[in-house]
Structures are given as C-alpha cells and as structure tokens.
C-alpha cells in the first residue's frame, strides 16, 4: 500500500511529520525542504518510513535524514531507535549488506595548488596502489583464519599493531575503531572466507578516494580544531566491510526470517526482518556485525596507509612533510548500544544508522578530547565533480535524531537513467574540463556515478544546518578521485 | 555465445531491479539467475567452460525465501570462486530444495566487462508468483 502523502504534516520550513497510523507504533519525521521533499514524494521512501515505524520496541520516532531516498528496507538516511528493555528489535536490515560502510578523512598542510600540478600522478598512484573494483582483493596478502579474527576483535587497532597508521588514528575514529560487543565465532564459514584477502581493498560502485581540497570554511573555531584550513589539499576514503559484511548480513537476514515466526513479529517488509535485541539471535547478530563493523575499520585504516604512500610517491615528499593526518572516521551503516533521553528518560537504545551518520554535540564522552569544545566531525560526502562537506553534531541533534545526521546527497537518477543520460559523453572528459581528474576501475562506474546523478549535496546540508541538526564547518571541492 | 536475457531493469534510484516473466518456476529461476548476471557482466562474453553443481536449500513452502536462496548461494559461487555465469539450468525444486546446474568460466578481465557489483538480493518488493500459467518474478539488488 503507497502512503498518503496528503498526511505528511509540515513542522517548520525544513521538517515534515508522519502521523502515526495504521500499525505504525511511533510517528514519522523527515527532515526536508520544498525542493527535496519533491523528489522525496516521487518515490517510494515514505513508505519505508511508516514501515519502519512499525518494528517492535520504537522509541521517539521513525526519523529520514535530508539525503532520504529509497532503499530496500529501510529507506536511506533512516534512523531508528529500539529499546531492548522494551522488546526493541535489532533488525539487519537496518544496518545494510554493507556493514560500517563510512568516511574517512584526512588533512594535510599541503597546498592544494601543489596537489593539482601532479593530479594525474597522484590518481595514478592511488588507483594503482589501492586496489579497487568489483571482487578487488590481495591489497596486502591473505590473512590466516587466525589473524582475521584479530583483525574482527580489535578493529582499526589490528591495523595499526601491523604498522598501519599510529595510535593517534584510533582517538580520531568513531568508537575508537572497535565495536567490543565482536565475537568471531558468531560470523559464518563463508563470510570469513570472503574477508580473508579483501583487507585495504576499496571496492566499487559509489566507494571512491577522493583528493580534494578546503574550499570554504563556514565555521573557523571547529574548522581549526578539525585542523582544516582553507587552500589545503585533503584525502577522503568511503569504503566498507567488502564481501565479509555482505554475507554477515545475507546469513542474519535467514536467521531474522526464522526469529520472526518464533517470536511472533509481523512487519509490512520482509527486509525489515528482526529479533529483539536481546534474544539469542539478536545477541548473535550484534556480535558478528560487530566483527564486520571492525573489519571495515581495519580496512580504511590499511587503506589510508596505503592512499598515504601513493601521495608520498606522487608528490616526492614524506608524509611527515605534508602534514597528512587523520581528521576523523565515521560510520554511516550501523546499530549501536547508545546511552539517549527519551522523554526525561535516559534509556539505553539500539539506535540504527541507514545511511546516517552519527553527530553528536560539543561535551559529549564519546567525542574525541580534541574535539570535546566544538562536537564531532559528520563527514557528507556529495557528488565527484561538485563538493563534500565537513560539519559538526549540535545538541538539537542529540535531542531530535538520537545524534543522527545524514551522510550524503543521495541519488536522483537511477543508474539505468544515469547510463542513459551518458550516452555519447565522456564523464572523464567533462569533469576534467571542470578541474576534476577522475579513474575508475568498472566500466559503467563513470557514468553510473556522474554529477547529475546525486542530489546537490549542498542542498542536503542546508537542510541540516536549518533544522540545526548539524552546523557547516568547512567545503571540499575535489581535484582527483579513483573509483572502484 | 548466448543471447542476452529478456528482462525489464526496474527505475530504482538507489538500487537495480529486474522483471521479468516464464512459463514454469524452473524458468523462473533459471531467467532470474541470468537477469541477475547481466546486470553484473556482459554475459554475451561469457562461455560456459565449466559446469557447477548446486543444492540450495530453502524454506518448505516458501518461495520467496528459495528465490533468495538461490540467487544468493549464486553470487556467492560468483565471488569467491572468481567466476562468471552465463548458463542456469534448474534441475527440479523439490520441498524447499533446488538443484541445478550452472555454467561459466572463471573470469578474465581481459574479455568479460564487469558492469556492477550486486551486493545481494533483498526481498524489499520481491514477487515470484504464478497467474494463470505465467510466472511473474521481480527482485531489488542492493548494488
């Protein structure tokens, strides 16, 4: 059954409420402007909204970030909230097949006019030293059964116990690059199979590296204390779990389809499939997407080890020299045990990320201490010829979202839409004639994930910024990007 | 080389989807498989050099779930063997369990195009159902 838009209920210029209806157990709220929400109407997100409003155990409300579009499932850009107290379900579908699918970003002092004199030899040299593309594997040689469960207990730590980066990049990671709830013997024969030799591999579709550089800076004082200034080049990497994390998901989806006949949940979309949270199966897949999450912390800190060196080599200087450093690491595919207030209660949720990053405010325990005065860097990738942006998580956040903000533009164009609308042209071509050097492994990549395909991502975070949900801190405009 | 198959790919923004229609569920399955492989590759490329024996097991009376099964145990034999598939032949479906034959080759950069990666198959909007003789399939990858 379509949902009425006519029941959609205008907030305020930017925020749309859902009524609850039907078998919808809380409201639904969506974070729009005339613009997006015009699109939004046209597909079928809403739906997923009002369907994910009815898992068991949903507190608060179902929420859309402003980069909502249609997924399978949950819509992305979906969050949602459970409380395992309360019978709160963990639900895969909400984290997705690509478990801690995320960003990472790093800054350098380099600037960005000496980065662009050697752009074809730095894309060059990222696209030949991190492998990518459909399957790409062997980045640094197969890893025993043994050391793989190292690598799903300890994360980004195991990477960096291996020479990969400096202790210094886990304060500047998202949970410190390790989610403790990880047990291997939860994860499957076949999903270890498959993670064995994809570590510091980027993958395809819309995982990129991407060097850009500080285009704008909105917000000085937490622009400064990210250590991002404006004319300096940066290096952004979004990958995920690879193989690993999609069969973490296929393997607890079967369990979910079991779990929800035993204990009697009826859902609108099988996608949605769940447990509650604390139940055998709940406790299962919250252990083994732990070890997946960990296992794409680990391979974005190999990743970046590795982008760092094809800099080195590009540029002829050390990467001491360039100042590269971590600004911060988020994840944008997750459920997490997360301590919120929910109507004067402080409770301790299961609160799902679909395509929505975490954002949490200045003061915050689980901000990093050198970005304890001005909140956590949210990092919004958009489109590979227009911009990404850096911005921060506010208390309204905290307050509206469980902390939650959105992590991208979101497509506008189908991908057969997209090929379509590619005929004849080459991307290549004209996003080099707009200063943008690209290379991508996959053959339709190019056209599949051309500008006009993504929403402009600096109308989604206007909207965040608006509903203060997030503030602009800084705009990076890219120079080169490697695709998978 | 083989022709490409007949299928509809469904305006997903996000995602890809196919439908399609066959005239038995053996069909239907056996055209879901190669609809599913010609979103990744250029199946026309691709000879059926050896042949793959498979047991998938399902849900009884569930057929959504073996559709799933299927394609899943499918693009799994396609990534961690390093193959591509061009040939789907469904043996018999029996209470929840399929058997089948498949066949490719392993892949060869050099001659296949890989066109996308496909995550998984979700059941978002998943149909596989039978009216008056015709089989109608529809499925959303996550890609």
Avoid at chain 1, 92 to 108: E, F
Wanted: with cysteine; charged share 25%.
């Amino acid at each position: 059954m379509r949902f009425d838009a006519s029941q959609l209920r205008r907030v305020s210029e930017s925020v749309w409420d859902i009524p609850r209806h039907g078998g919808m157990r809380v409201p639904g709220r969506v974070y729009a402007d005339d613009a997006l929400m015009a699109h939004i109407r046209e597909e079928k997100a809403l739906d997923q909204v009002v369907n994910v409003a009815h898992l068991p155990g949903i507190v608060g409300r179902s929420l859309a970030m402003p980069d909502i579009h249609w997924g399978y499932g949950f819509p992305i850009g979906g969050v949602a909230a459970t409380d395992p107290a309360g019978g709160g379900v963990i639900s895969p579908g909400g984290v997705g097949y690509d478990i801690n699918c995320g960003v990472r970003l790093m800054a350098t002092s380099l600037p960005a006019t000496d980065a662009q004199s050697r752009i074809q030899s730095i894309v060059a040299a990222l696209f030949s030293d991190v492998p990518s593309g459909v399957g790409s594997r062997g980045a640094i040689g197969k890893l025993s059964s043994r050391e793989l469960s190292n690598v799903m207990e300890q994360g980004a730590a195991w990477a960096v116990s291996r020479g990969y980066g400096t202790d210094g990049d886990l304060e500047r990671t998202e949970e410190r690059g390790r989610l403790a709830t990880a047990d291997p013997s939860t994860v499957g024969k076949r999903a270890v199979e498959r993670g064995l030799d994809q570590v510091g591999t980027l993958g395809s579709g819309n995982h990129f590296i991407e060097l850009g550089v500080v285009d704008e800076v909105f917000d000085e004082p937490a622009a400064r204390a990210f250590g991002l200034e404006a004319g300096e080049a940066t290096l952004l990497i979004h990958s995920g779990s690879r193989g690993l994390g999609y069969q973490v998901c296929d393997d607890y989806l079967e369990v979910m389809q079991g779990a929800m006949s035993k204990y009697r949940i009826e859902l609108p979309d099988r996608q949605l499939a769940c447990a509650p949270v604390d139940s055998p199966e709940g406790r299962d897949y919250l252990s083994a997407m732990a070890c997946a999450a960990n296992y794409a912390w680990a391979n974005r800190q190999v990743m970046m080890s590795l982008a760092a060196a094809a800099l080195e080599k590009a540029m002829g200087l050390s990467a001491e020299r360039m100042g590269l450093r971590l600004v911060y690491d988020v994840c944008h595919n997750i459920a997490k045990l997360e301590t919120h207030d929910v109507d004067g209660r402080r409770l301790r949720l299961c609160v799902h990320r679909k395509g929505a990053t975490r954002a949490f405010p200045a003061g915050h325990p689980d901000v990093p201490s050198p970005y304890a005065a001005v909140g956590q860097p949210v990092l919004v990738p958009g489109d590979m010829g227009r911009s990404s942006y850096v911005l921060v998580g506010t208390d309204r956040a905290m307050e509206e979202t469980f902390g939650s903000c959105c992590h991208g533009a979101g497509r506008v164009l189908s991908r057969k839409r997209a090929r379509k609308e590619a005929r004849g042209r080459s991307i290549a071509a004209e996003l080099l004639e707009r200063g943008v050097c690209v290379m991508a492994t996959g053959k339709g990549t190019l056209a599949e994930e051309m500008p006009q395909a993504y929403k402009d991502v600096a109308n989604v975070v206007n909207v965040a910024e608006k509903s203060g949900i997030a503030r602009r801190v800084a705009r990076l405009r890219p120079l080169g990007v490697v695709k998978g | 080389m083989f022709g490409r198959p007949d299928y509809r790919e469904i305006e997903h923004t996000a995602d890809v989807g196919v439908e399609l229609q066959a005239r038995d569920l053996p069909s239907a399955l056996e055209s879901a498989a190669a609809a599913m492989f010609d979103v990744i590759c250029d199946v026309e490329s691709v000879e059926r050099r050896l042949t793959i024996p498979l047991t998938v097991d399902a849900r009884e009376g569930d057929l959504e779930n073996l559709l799933v099964r299927w394609l899943t145990e499918l693009l799994y034999v396609h990534q961690s063997r390093n193959v591509v598939l061009s040939g789907f032949e469904v043996l018999s479906v029996s209470r929840g369990t399929l058997e089948a034959r498949v066949s490719g080759e392993e892949l060869d950069p050099e001659r296949h195009t890989i066109k996308l990666e496909i995550k998984a198959p979700t059941y978002h909007e998943l149909l596989l159902e039978e009216r008056e003789g015709r089989w109608s399939v529809r499925v959303i990858f996550d890609t």
